[in-house]
Nanobody
Framework: QVQLVESGGQLVQAGGSLRLSCAAS????????MGWFRQAPGKERRFVAA????????YYTDSVKDRFTISRDNAKNTVYLQMNRLKPEDTAIYYC?????????????????WGRGTQVTVSS
């Protein structure tokens, strides 16, 4: 069992930056690929970024490439999402997820554990 707790979401102006954190419980954090998803108001949850078990491989949805960076610290059981040059369309609840696999995946169904989310609001 893995429990995930996101933090770092807040109200920010367009063009600003935020860093989200996701703290995971358990001793086997390194066995999981990690991902970030987001759900905007009235829309389905969508993939944002993923990272493999050792942090060497990452993958992003096109709309956040060159603005967002996913990283992880296995010693701290934490995955991060650095978000730069934020836009109003980035406004959403951001969810952290863990997939019991080593390789990255953007498929929501591949993820076994989910956090409760953290709200990011970008004002124009």
């Amino acid at each position: 069992q893995v429990q995930l707790v996101e933090s770092g979401g807040q109200l920010v102006q367009a063009g600003g930056s935020l860093r989200l954190s996701c703290a995971a419980s358990g001793r086997t954090f390194g066995d999981y690929a990690m991902g970030w998803f987001r759900q905007a108001p009235g829309k389905e949850r969508r993939f944002v970024a993923a990272i493999n078990w050792n942090g060497i491989r990452t993958y992003y949805t096109d709309s956040v490439k060159d603005r967002f960076t996913i990283s992880r610290d296995n010693a701290k059981n934490t995955v991060y999402l650095q978000m730069n040059r934020l836009k109003p369309e980035d406004t959403a609840i951001y969810y952290c997820a863990a997939a019991r696999r080593w390789g990255i995946t953007e498929e929501e169904s591949d993820y076994d554990y989910w956090g409760r989310g953290t709200q990011v609001t970008v004002s124009s």
